[in-house]
């Protein structure tokens, strides 16, 4: 709502019983925390509910075909849309996400670098080292090769990796709460219409909210970029 959109509460009770239709929208924003209860594996539900529901299936496959729409998934929604990859074009090398290698739910106030991608949020971000906040138990990114996190590095749909103090790509704990491979914890499909993350931008988009922030910082923090590149991309 603040980088510009009208932005519309849908539940999926709406999809699922047709009060409310997907074409009537352009972006989705997949939200994270309490879904499904927030319970473990609730992003995984999430998605069946979608998969194995005849209208939403359709409702999504025809939202994610069209080519003025965009989409964003965090942290539940992370998990939920990387099981709709099939339905998702340009989606083949996303994960899924599972249980954290510590086997603990971690909230923490994580360093992330922003890579180059064709994420429409990322554009102009590509090289920032940033602080961000997560809040998960299933965020270790799952490929479905052991060269996956490799492959999808080479085919530049990697948005976001855990950096340690150094700024390098870690799997080391506690700076990569997840224990994700090469650090990834988000992901875009082919033409960047689609991402999914595992940490909470929405929690720091203002300066407020970070626990110590540089002199001369305004209103805004920096993850606010990332909502503004969706209005400009949408036009």
């Given at each position: 709502?603040?980088?510009?959109?009208?932005?519309?509460?849908?539940?999926?009770?709406?999809?699922?019983?047709?009060?409310?239709?997907?074409?009537?929208f352009?972006?989705?924003?997949?939200?994270?925390?309490?879904?499904?209860?927030?319970?473990?594996?609730a992003?995984?539900?999430?998605?069946?509910?979608?998969?194995?529901?005849?209208?939403?299936?359709?409702?999504?496959?025809?939202?994610?075909?069209?080519?003025?729409?965009?989409?964003?998934?965090?942290?539940?929604?992370?998990?939920?849309?990387?099981?709709?990859?099939?339905?998702i074009?340009?989606?083949?090398?996303?994960?899924?996400?599972v249980?954290?290698?510590?086997?603990?739910?971690?909230?923490?106030y994580?360093?992330?670098?922003?890579?180059?991608?064709?994420?429409?949020?990322?554009?102009?971000?590509?090289?920032?080292?940033?602080?961000?906040a997560?809040?998960?138990?299933?965020?270790q990114?799952e490929?479905?090769?052991?060269?996956?996190?490799?492959q999808a590095?080479?085919?530049?749909?990697?948005?976001?990796?855990?950096?340690?103090?150094?700024?390098?790509?870690?799997?080391?704990?506690?700076?990569?709460?997840?224990?994700?491979?090469?650090?990834?914890?988000?992901?875009?499909?082919?033409?960047?219409?689609?991402?999914?993350?595992?940490?909470?931008?929405?929690?720091?988009?203002?300066?407020?909210?970070y626990?110590?922030?540089?002199?001369?910082?305004?209103?805004?923090g920096?993850?606010?970029?990332?909502?503004?590149?969706?209005?400009?991309?949408?036009?």
């Open positions: 709502d603040r980088a510009g959109f009208e932005s519309i509460d849908v539940h999926m009770s709406d999809i699922i019983s047709g009060r409310r239709s997907l074409k009537d352009q972006g989705l924003v997949a939200c994270g925390g309490f879904s499904y209860g927030d319970v473990l594996g992003g995984e539900g999430w998605a069946k509910s979608i998969l194995f529901n005849p209208r939403a299936r359709d409702e999504f496959q025809t939202f994610f075909d069209r080519n003025d729409s965009f989409g964003l998934g965090v942290c539940n929604g992370c998990q939920m849309m990387s099981n709709l990859h099939e339905l074009p340009g989606a083949d090398l996303w994960p899924h996400f249980r954290n290698v510590s086997e603990q739910f971690e909230a923490r994580s360093l992330v670098e922003v890579l180059r991608s064709p994420s429409i949020f990322f554009q102009g971000m590509d090289g920032s080292r940033l602080p961000i997560v809040a998960h138990g299933e965020g990114a490929f479905a090769t052991t060269n996956g996190a490799q590095l080479a085919a530049g749909l990697v948005g976001l990796r855990f950096v340690d103090n150094y700024g390098n790509a870690t799997e080391s704990y506690p700076a990569n709460p997840n224990g994700s491979p090469q650090g990834i914890t988000s992901l875009t499909n082919r033409d960047g219409r689609f991402t999914v993350m595992m940490p909470h931008p929405e929690r720091v988009f203002r300066a407020v909210q626990s110590s922030r540089p002199d001369g910082w305004g209103e805004d920096p993850w606010m970029r990332m909502f503004r590149n969706a209005r400009v991309w949408l036009g």
